[in-house]
């Protein structure tokens, strides 16, 4: 009962707030139409300004003063932590897969977006296709970290394989051993990173769907009455035309990539040589309580980060919403 | 509709297409149902046979592994507490943001473009460059671990991206419409409730959309601010544990995570057009 009320008083209670506040902040502006011009943004922008600088703005200016800092965030000690960034075992086997995850997520992605957008346009059956593809983004993280799990597991050879991985391997390839994916360390960080690929596929197919279809018939038409056969019409006149949406989704890609937690969180944790950034902040802090190293991995990833948001905003912000 | 660039390749070229088209669509729907149908087989049949041998005579299907990670699995618990921290944590962000979308909308003000631009700005701060000094703000203020704390730091997460969207909208709405009725005498909060509101339902309806299904999806966020404390954690967090204390229960699972994603599948089935606008707008803030 008490949380019903809770959730009543949040969810009516607050917009409702939000109007008396304007209306009532109608008068203190003053009578003097031009005195209240002036007045009036800065009351109906108060709200957002006290959250984002709380949750935002001190946050990141605190976080970066702790990455010069201790385990405690007492004593400075300089450019130890980002050393450390760089050098520790742990740090470097994460930033190895983050390259790992930036490389191989990006293109599959963008090569499997693509492939399923080219292919179904020229099907009856096209918005079914879309749709099944485009479920695993619906759904968590860690519903599919959960979902992939259970298609990886993993029974020694002999043994009746439950996991559809190894049960279709082992019937289609003859002599397969079956392998345990999320253990061997040659396959577990390809495994965690086809998980990834699973869920963002249906978003580049549906963003270079609908730059597909922004192509004129009549190219594509001219193209085939010249002769040009399928692949080369793909080659020479989809791929360029829809160049800059590639590099949209790309960058989108990379970023998905750098924050990428879940996943790994959930799938493996990061052992056995899975770590990737974000969870080895989130071990720094948790389980190691080091402020300091935790800041400064934070303040790397938002430096990654950064260059290819903006690139993603400029693009985003030139080709409308 | 038209069938997009259809045409040119017959015969083998043809049967070739729709044999990929058939292996991408069972790529991408066979593990969910795998799941699904593994979510109502028996304990020990999970564990001895693949999923696809459910199919086979004779049939043995159950709900008792929805029963018990409801009872038992905390997961019941976990369903509401993923519904009160979602609905509030959509509503309170969106009314936040109309007001000020509005503001640098349709008023004149000093510093507007630069701080919008700021605000923008913010977009590229990943979440855990915040966590750190927001968890020791939350302790001393005792937010950690409520509702009230995990609500606020989703509707301060989601301003930058709800303001940008809603402002592009509003500012594009006709100045013959907004300016008639100033000169009616109606006041900003009129003119923006009864007016300005209405008009952007469609734009306020895939942004509401894609905010619920990033709380509701959420770990993260839950992880850090709610972490241990078993009472208030969503769903998401149920299962993560889970995972990790259960191993290979893959009949809690399997059923835990089909019900966690059977109300986005709802939304997702029923409000499919706004919610991919969402999605495609979201991506410059993933």
């Not at chain 2, 976990?78 to 609905?87: K, P, R």
């Not at chain 2, 009864?194 to 999806?217: C, D, K, R």
């Amino acid at each position: 009962m008490n949380t019903i009320l809770m959730l009543a008083v949040a969810v009516i209670g607050v917009p409702l707030l939000l109007v008396a506040y304007i209306r009532l902040s109608e008068p203190l502006a003053g009578k003097d139409p031009r005195r209240a011009a002036l007045i009036r943004p800065w009351l109906w922008l108060l709200p957002t300004f006290v959250l984002v600088s709380a949750f935002l703005v001190y946050p990141v200016i605190a976080t970066l003063v702790a990455s010069f800092k201790d385990a405690e965030s007492a004593g400075w000690v300089g450019l130890a932590n980002y050393a450390a960034v760089f050098s520790s075992p742990d740090n470097l086997a994460a930033l190895r897969n983050n390259v790992l995850w930036l490389v191989f997520f990006t293109l599959g992605t963008l090569v499997f977006g693509l492939l399923i957008a080219v292919l179904s346009d020229r099907v009856r059956y096209e918005s079914v296709v879309k749709a099944l593809v485009f479920i695993p983004m619906a759904i968590s993280f860690v519903a599919a970290g959960i979902i992939w799990k259970f298609m990886f597991e993993f029974r020694p050879a002999g043994e009746v394989q439950v996991g559809t991985v190894n049960a279709v391997l082992t019937a289609v390839v003859p002599a397969f051993k079956p392998v345990a994916w999320l253990v061997n360390t040659n396959t577990n960080n390809p495994a965690l990173i086809a998980v990834g690929i699973w869920m963002w596929t249906g978003f580049a197919m549906v963003i270079l769907s609908a730059a597909i279809k922004a192509i004129p018939t009549d190219v594509v038409e001219a193209a085939r009455i010249d002769g040009a056969t399928e692949l080369q019409i793909f080659g020479r006149v989809t791929l360029p035309l829809v160049g800059p949406t590639l590099g949209f989704v790309a960058t989108t890609m990379m970023i998905n990539v750098l924050k990428v937690f879940d996943i790994v969180y959930v799938m493996t944790n990061g052992n056995l040589g899975t770590d990737v950034i974000a969870n080895r902040m989130y071990k720094e802090m948790f389980n190691y309580h080091d402020t300091g190293m935790a800041s400064a991995i934070a303040t790397f990833l938002l430096l990654c980060i950064a260059p290819v948001m903006i690139v993603n905003i400029r693009r985003y912000r030139r080709g409308g919403s | 509709m038209r069938i997009g660039h259809a045409g040119a390749p017959r015969g083998a070229g043809r049967l070739f297409l729709h044999l990929a088209l058939l292996v991408a669509c069972l790529v991408f729907i066979l593990p969910t149902l795998g799941l699904l149908v593994s979510s109502f087989r028996p304990r020990n049949q999970i564990a001895l046979s693949g999923w696809w041998t459910a199919f086979e005579t004779p049939f043995s299907f159950t709900l008792k592994n929805y029963a018990n990670v409801l009872s038992r699995a905390n997961m019941g618990r976990s369903f509401l507490n993923s519904l009160m921290i979602s609905i509030p944590a959509t509503v309170i962000p969106v009314s936040v943001a109309a007001f000020a979308a509005y503001a640098f909308a349709w008023m004149r003000f000093k510093g507007r473009e630069v701080l919008f631009l700021a605000l923008i700005g913010l977009l590229v701060v990943p979440i855990q460059m915040t966590v750190i000094p927001v968890l020791k703000l939350f302790n001393v203020v005792h937010l950690t671990g409520t509702f009230a704390g995990i609500w606020l730091a989703h509707t301060a997460y989601g301003l930058p991206f709800a303001i940008y969207l809603l402002r592009n909208f509003i500012q594009e709405l006709p100045p013959s419409m907004l300016e008639s009725a100033f000169i009616d005498g109606a006041s900003h909060p009129k003119v923006f409730l009864s007016l300005v509101l209405p008009t952007s339902l469609p734009a306020i309806a895939s942004l509401a959309i894609y905010q619920f299904m990033w709380v509701w999806n959420d770990l993260f966020v839950a992880l850090i601010f709610l972490g241990g404390t078993q009472d208030v954690a969503p769903m998401t967090l149920t299962m993560a544990n889970m995972v990790n204390s259960y191993g290979g229960g893959w009949e809690f699972l399997t059923a835990a995570a089909f019900i966690s994603m059977a109300f986005p599948l709802l939304v997702f089935f029923t409000m499919q057009k706004y919610y991919v606008k969402g999605i495609l707008a979201g991506s410059v803030k993933e």
